[in-house]
């Protein structure tokens, strides 16, 4: 697509429940982010896919945090029994795997509120 | 582990007047060096980046920032601020490596007075 595609833009859930948040990215992009944004903060890494394998998982918070990128394109990003601190807004972005560094492009992220 | 700090949280300027947004960082080589904004409810567009090569870096939307090596900051300026500027900045360094992730500094938000 034209840019980076994240659903649903808003999702309200209580306290225990699971979550899924998707990310569609640039058709061709090889690399894939996830980082959160709580309010008033700058977005925090969470995890770094390179095709289909998760090349730096070091940002994900706990073991409640798991993202998937089965095919090298779409990307979930699962987060089970969800807490009021999880409570962010979730972006995603892409890159072009070329020679030196990535430039990201972002989605507009998804809003999380844990009741 | 690379990081990057923005000292100012808020900055508010008048409408015309120049800005400048400071940003420095730390990390052990040559970073790669970016900076983002993004307005209420959007998400992050890039405004320019810094690989290599001229320290003075253009950008969109008649914005710079210049690479000092000496100090470790990355600024970003522009000569007149149009009201359509205000939003939250953020800076952001990445590793020269493949496996990297980009460390995104605090922000620092604009207002613009009329």
């Known amino acids: 697509g034209a840019g980076v595609s994240q659903t649903p833009s808003n999702k309200v859930t209580e306290k225990g429940k699971y979550v899924e948040l998707r990310c569609d990215p640039i058709?061709?992009?090889?690399?894939l982010y996830w980082y959160r944004q709580s309010l008033g903060q700058g977005p925090e890494f969470l995890i770094y896919?390179?095709?289909?394998?998760?090349?730096?998982d070091s940002g994900l918070p706990n073991d409640r945090f798991f993202a998937v990128r089965p095919e090298g394109s779409v990307s979930t990003l699962k987060i089970q029994r969800t807490e009021r601190g999880d409570s962010a807004v979730y972006l995603c972005?892409?890159?072009?795997?070329?020679?030196?560094?990535?430039?990201?492009?972002f989605g507009a992220g998804s809003r999380l509120t844990v009741l | 582990a690379q990081s990057v700090t923005q000292p100012d949280i808020h900055i508010t300027v008048s409408e015309g007047a120049s800005l400048e947004l400071r940003c420095n960082y730390s990390?052990?080589?040559?970073?790669?060096l970016f900076w983002y904004v993004q307005s209420p409810g959007q998400g992050l567009q890039l405004l320019l980046k810094?690989?290599?090569?001229?320290?003075l870096v253009q950008g969109i939307k008649g914005f710079e920032a210049e690479f000092k090596r000496s100090q470790s900051s990355f600024n970003l300026r522009k000569p007149s601020v149009h009201w359509s500027d205000a939003a939250e900045y953020f800076c952001?360094?990445?590793?020269?490596?493949?496996?990297?992730?980009?460390?995104f500094g605090p922000g620092t938000r604009l207002s613009v007075l009329p």
């Open positions: 972005a892409s890159a072009f795997q070329g020679s030196g560094a990535n430039v990201l492009t």
């Open positions: 058709s061709g992009h090889t690399a």
């Open positions: 896919f390179q095709g289909t394998g998760a090349a730096d």
């Open positions: 990390y052990g080589a040559t970073p790669y």
């Open positions: 810094y690989f290599s090569g001229d320290t």
């Open positions: 952001a360094v990445g590793a020269h490596n493949y496996g990297q992730n980009f460390v």
